[in-house]
């Protein structure tokens, strides 16, 4: 017997588009004919649309829509699936009018195929974090309406990886990072494991092909050398079921590389410490099977302590149920069991599309409450959207939320509810996964009928009580520096934007001000009503209060409002200018020495041949805001905006301020610019080698490292490194922060 390999069987390059539709037919028996006949309906009709059309491997367009209706069927979707599946670029690639495809096939392709045209259209990742942030929203909201578009977005966007080899390289690494990051964090939420690995190991080869090739190589070596021990062990294993006379089919499965990758990585081990690099697999007829064969699987082999998982009476959140346990043979080697029902299997490898509503006619749309409890996530990120203006953080929780390999724990309310938070949560995780009003009264925690602080670190089984108080006055800003849960981070930020309103306002003000005044700008130029509107319409805010608010709990940043404001300003000069104005520009232009870049990739208006550096206290790179100070005899220092010493400067020397601006070249030369960052951690083994290796997996060469221990145990770590501009260093800082025990990253 032949260990399984992932992934599943695809129809080989370049075959004919009837041979494709051939393969679409023959996986449709769980259909009815009358389906049938209008997939194929929509098949010819897609063919007859995208006639002439070429990809860029050079086959006919038709090829790509068949091979996604061929991995919705693998999937077991219905016919209106299937059609949009057919249909999906039908109305963005041709003539095609939504109207047209609802007389021909219905309102519910009609809607399907709408959805998954806006979702093509969305950029996910974007340079601009508002836009990425936008587009996300809407790819929820998609996914809220009808479960389906993403459904289908997920089968495009896995044929999309395994043509990819025909664009670029850039765009290889573009697409395969964005699956990574949103698409494959989606399949697993949805429990679909036939696309989720597919996706993981495509995405791994085009991200990281040296480690994928080495890898490969590795599971070839040992595969062929574990052969004869898992066929061993499949016989061995037969016989005892069969004495014990359970039902089961049972085979051998190899784990998909990026899982083996992954975890490797994660900790810091060789693959020969991998356990569940081949495994077992048993699949039984009921649960009291699943449980029966466990004890005659442990009667016969030695459980390894630790490494027993029952995911059958605790599900992990996207459904998935399974016993897991890994035990050594005579042989002294250990291997694992995954043990479960054949409808645990399908929910496994299916996930949503195993048992979803719309199989059922008449309920071809949204979801029922069972399907509405197991998508609690989608509802948690649906909470952040109305809860949080600011981009960069709705970023930060969306990712932070889908993350595929967060580590959880399972805890037990009073009551004996089971709840799974990630791995390092505390009671105030637990508190606001209970409500809000329960984590915003929460004054203390009991574990395990033991009072406890409430940054306690939560542990499978314990059974958590949380104390609340009528007259709490609501959470602190402390709790956001231990909670783990997007979540909670969610509702804290939430209360205060809401509760401390006057504060924030007050705050957000003195801020804005302090800004303004800090560039040289004139208040009453800003400030006038149609440039305050157009802010606030920029921003989503009320009025100019709101955008206050925003500054004050730090969800805006009062150089976007400024930036805003001046862009209004200069629409305004710019209109009011006359003919005689524009000429007199071009005169004095003639007259003025040409706006000048050096080698600093910085612009400086009127001046040439000017010694130029970078300021040591704040180390600006391309993508800050600048502004140039004139030191005496030693040319001009760029400094950030907001640097503390150039807000503090008094008003005799804001005359030394330059107006300066990075050049438009120097986000393609290849110049890289020194950034300082501190990173706030608990204090644990390895974490300086954690933080090198995120430095090194993203090519960044140290530069200069130190670290210190604080009074709470919590470390410091300051390191120098040189970068292109921000949008990198932002991506940074962004992946050291997912590091476990990471508390902060700040720039310095």
């Known amino acids: 017997m032949n260990i399984e390999t992932k992934p599943p069987v695809q129809p080989a390059p370049f075959t004919s588009k009837e041979d494709l539709f051939k393969i679409l037919k023959d996986n449709l028996s769980y259909l009815s004919d009358e389906e049938i006949s209008l997939i194929e309906k929509a098949y010819r009709y897609a063919d007859e649309k995208h006639k002439g059309q070429k990809r860029k491997s050079g086959e006919e367009y038709i090829i790509h829509p068949l091979s996604v209706a061929i991995i919705l069927s693998n999937l077991k979707t219905d016919s209106d699936t299937i059609i949009a599946g057919l249909l999906h670029d039908v109305v963005e690639d041709t003539d095609t009018g939504l109207d047209e495809i609802k007389d021909m096939f219905g309102e519910d392709v009609r809607d399907l195929v709408d959805g998954v045209t806006k979702l093509t259209q969305l950029n996910l990742v974007n340079d601009k974090v ?4 936008e587009n996300l929203r809407k790819m929820f909201l998609a996914m809220a309406k009808d479960i389906r578009v993403i459904i289908i977005k997920l089968a495009d966007r896995l044929h999309n990886l395994r043509t990819l080899e025909y664009q670029s390289e850039e765009k290889q690494k573009e697409k395969a990072l964005e699956t990574l990051e ?15 690995v597919n996706m993981d190991d495509l995405s791994l080869f085009y991200l990281h092909p040296k480690e994928y090739k080495d890898l490969l190589q590795k599971i ?30 049972i085979y051998g499965r190899v784990k998909n590389l990026f899982s083996i990758y992954k975890k490797m990585l994660n900790r810091k081990v060789d693959i020969d410490q991998i356990y569940d ?6 699949l039984v007829n ?10 005659v699987i442990h009667e016969y082999y030695k459980p390894i302590p630790g490494r027993f998982k029952d995911y059958i009476a605790m599900p992990k959140q996207n459904g998935y149920q399974s016993l897991h346990t890994t035990v050594i043979g005579k042989e002294g080697i250990p291997f694992e069991i995954q043990i479960r029902t054949h409808k645990m299997h399908e929910t496994a490898e299916y996930g949503i599309a195993a048992h979803w509503a719309y199989k059922e006619k008449g309920n071809s749309k949204g979801a029922d409450a069972k399907d509405l409890k197991d998508m609690n996530w989608l ?5 952040f959207n109305k809860e949080e203006n600011d981009s960069k953080e709705f970023l930060n929780l969306v990712k932070s939320d889908l993350n595929l390999f967060t580590e959880k724990v399972y805890c037990f309310s009073p009551d004996g509810d089971v709840k799974v938070l990630p791995q390092g949560s505390t009671p105030v995780d637990f508190a606001y996964m209970i409500h809000s009003a329960v984590g915003n009264k929460m004054v203390g925690a009991r574990i395990n009928g033991a009072l406890v602080p409430i940054d306690y670190v939560l542990k499978n089984g314990d059974q958590v009580n949380i104390i609340t108080s009528a007259n709490a006055k609501g959470p602190s800003r402390d709790w956001l520096k231990f909670v783990k849960s997007s979540s909670a981070k969610s509702k804290i930020t939430h209360w205060f934007k809401t509760e401390r309103r006057d504060e924030n306002i007050s705050e957000g003000k003195a801020q804005l001000q302090k800004y303004i005044k800090a560039k040289g700008y004139n208040e009453e130029d800003l400030f006038r009503p149609e440039f305050v509107e157009a802010a606030c319409k ?10 206050y608010a925003m500054i004050g709990h730090g969800g805006l940043k009062e150089s976007q409002v400024v930036a805003k404001l001046l862009e209004e300003l200069e629409k305004k000069k710019e209109s009011e200018k006359t003919d005689a104005d524009v000429l007199n520009e071009i005169e004095n232009q003639k007259q003025k020495h040409t706006s000048t870049s050096n080698t600093s990739g910085v612009l400086i208006k009127g001046f040439e041949d000017l010694a130029i550096k970078f300021a040591k206290c704040c180390s600006p790179v391309p993508g800050d805001e600048i502004v140039g100070f004139v030191t005496r005899g030693s040319g001009i220092t760029i400094h950030k905006t907001d640097c503390k010493n150039i807000m503090s400067l008094p008003d005799i020397e804001r005359e030394r301020l330059l107006k300066i601006e990075w050049a438009d070249s120097v986000s393609s030369n290849s110049e890289s610019y020194f950034a300082r960052i501190a990173v706030y951690t608990q204090n644990k083994m390895g974490q300086v080698m954690n933080i090198s290796r995120v430095m090194t997996e993203n090519n960044i060469n140290i530069l200069d490292l130190s670290s210190k221990v604080g009074k709470n145990d919590t470390g410091t770590i300051i390191l120098g490194f040189n970068v292109h501009d921000k949008d990198t260093l932002s991506s940074i800082m962004l992946k050291l922060k997912s590091i476990e025990g990471v508390i902060e990253v700040q720039r310095i």
């Open 182 to 196: 949103i698409y494959s964090p989606i399949a697993n939420r949805l429990g679909i494991s036939k696309i989720k």
């Open 379 to 383: 509802r948690e990120i649906l909470e």
């Open 277 to 282: 690099l081949f495994a077992l697999r048993i």
């Open 538 to 547: 920029k921003y989503t805010c009320k009025d100019l209060d709101d955008i």
């Open 130 to 133: 508002e836009l990425q942030a």
């Open 220 to 249: 070839k070596l040992r595969r062929e050398s574990r052969q004869a021990f898992v066929d061993e062990k499949i016989k061995e294993i037969k016989q005892y079921l069969t004495e014990a006379g359970i039902d089961f089919d």
């Open 286 to 295: 009921d649960i009291k099977d699943c449980y029966a064969c466990l004890g």
